[in-house]
């Protein structure tokens, strides 16, 4: 569609996925035997060093087994995925921190799958009004659409954090908050993802806060949504 091509020219490279009919040419092990196929090209001087020399296209999953959480750093994809893999590009922290949105099409209609590294309102200002999908459960089109994709082992709550904090007063419990660190919890059991509201800055947080806190050995991780808004929107 038209709209892709506009899309990639704005955000290619970069945090964005777009999901296309692919060519016969492209294996169905490829995309798990879906007619659809993911483009992404990342922006990372690392990644374009890998992929520039080459003369295809590289097909690669996510440096993470299904359903943990993502990985944002070298050292989190050798904890989990060890000696299953021969060797790691250490490029430094992810810069984004976030999984790429992704980007399909009904007719011209683009169709945003996954929130990512790019916000809706970005999207929005080069293609117009988009139609963002929610969680499917049962025939996801694209990866992130779970409920319960990119979770810690530690039970997770959301919701009003004095509340949830009163509720789980005698437990050992984790906090994950937008701005400001609430009362009545320890200082080293709770992850402030952005003191200034910045949300591309709680954005890298995320995913290594919700590590940290997923290896203390808590009862329970209570977390608040942020302003549905930006990259807020992706984050929640």
């Known amino acids: 569609p038209a709209k892709a091509s506009i899309l990639a020219e704005r955000f290619m490279p970069g945090p964005l996925t777009l999901l296309l009919p692919k060519r016969s040419v492209i294996a169905d092990l490829v995309t798990a035997g879906s007619p659809m196929v993911a483009i992404r090209v990342p922006a990372h001087p690392v990644a374009q060093a890998l992929l520039n020399p080459l003369d295809f296209p590289l097909a690669a999953p996510s440096a993470n087994p ?14 989990q995925l060890g000696d299953k893999i021969p060797f790691i590009l250490d490029g430094g922290p992810c810069e984004v921190g976030l999984e790429s949105t992704i980007v399909g099409f009904e007719g011209d209609l683009p169709i945003v799958y996954r929130k990512g ?8 200002k080069v293609v117009g009004v988009v139609k963002v999908q929610e969680h499917s459960e049962s025939n996801p089109a694209a990866p992130g659409m779970l409920k ?19 509720t789980y007063k005698d437990a050992k419990v984790g906090v994950i908050v937008f ?15 952005s003191p200034q509201g910045d949300y591309p800055e ?10 940290y806190l997923d290896n203390l050995n808590l009862d329970i ?16």
């Open 117 to 124: 590294g790019v916000s809706i309102e970005a999207i929005e």
């Open 148 to 166: 319960s994709h990119y979770a810690p082992g530690t039970p997770m709550v959301i919701g009003d954090l004095n509340t949830l904090a009163a």
């Open 221 to 236: 991780i209570i977390a608040e949504l942020l302003p549905e808004i930006h990259l807020g929107r992706a984050i929640n």
């Open 202 to 211: 709680a954005a890298r947080r995320l995913f290594a806060g919700l590590r």
């Open 179 to 193: 701005k400001h660190t609430i009362p009545g919890v320890p200082i080293s059991q709770q992850i402030v993802l």
């Open 66 to 79: 299904f359903g943990y959480v993502s990985p944002t750093t070298a050292q989190h994809v050798a904890h």
